[in-house]
Every structure is written in C-alpha cells, then in structure tokens.
C-alpha cells in the first residue's frame, strides 16, 4: 500500500501563492488516482481537485479552477497543488489522498490519506 506526506502549508497573503506536495512511499504515485481535499475550521472536509493516473488529467472545483494547479513529478513520486491567487476562504487544512480504480470526488472513495497540512490565509 502507499502512504502519503503532505508539506508545504503555512501562513499566505490573501492573492499570494502557495504550493503542496503529497509525497509518496511504498507505491508508486503514478499508479494511484490522487485526490486533494480540505477541510476549513466547523466545516466538512470537501473535494478540491484530482489528477488521473496515466493521462493526469485534472479537474476541479469551480471555486479553485483558473486558481489551483495539480502536477504531478514521476521522478520525485510526488504530486503537487500550486495554489494562487489564494482568498481567505481557501484557509483550511489540506489533504491528498489515494485510489487505485477511478477518479472519484467522493472521499469515502479514497483508500490512502496522507496526515494534512495547514494553509492560512491572511488578509
């Protein structure tokens, strides 16, 4: 099975820019459809965005699409979220997540889940 790492959150301006990894180990990311979702503080964790697994094709919700960016780097078997234009409403604790099957926007999809990391927007 494969287990997941996110980094790279923390404190950002409102408009500022932000990018998350989701290291991967004992599986290669590539086989895995890779989900981001977060949570924001009293609410439910929610779909973000995904990468397919041999085309990385991406999609995403309408309220990052032109702002978020998923990749993914075979060589370094990591997968990132390249955040701009960040708003307040994006502050929220972030997470990937793993399927081997399909794309899916529904997280109880998801088999493997990496711990999350913590993005704060501030005005």
């Known amino acids: 099975q494969v287990q997941l790492v996110e980094s790279g959150g923390g404190l950002a301006q409102a408009g500022g820019s932000l990018t998350l990894s989701c290291a991967a180990s004992?599986?290669?990311?590539?086989?895995?459809?890779i989900g981001w979702f977060r949570q924001a503080p009293g609410k439910e964790r929610e779909f973000v965005g995904r990468?397919?697994?041999?085309?990385?094709?991406?999609y995403y919700v309408d309220s990052v699409k032109d702002r978020f960016v998923i990749s993914r780097d075979n060589a370094k078997n990591t997968v990132y979220l390249q955040m701009n234009s960040l708003k307040l409403e994006d502050t929220a604790v972030y997470y990937c997540?793993?399927?081997?099957?399909?794309?899916?926007?529904?997280?109880?999809?998801?088999?493997?889940w990496g711990q999350g990391t913590q993005v704060t927007v501030s005005s």
């Open positions: 990468i397919s697994r041999a085309l990385r094709t991406t």
């Open positions: 004992g599986r290669t990311i590539s086989d895995y459809y």
């Open positions: 997540a793993a399927r081997a099957t399909s794309a899916s926007p529904n997280q109880l999809r998801y088999d493997y």
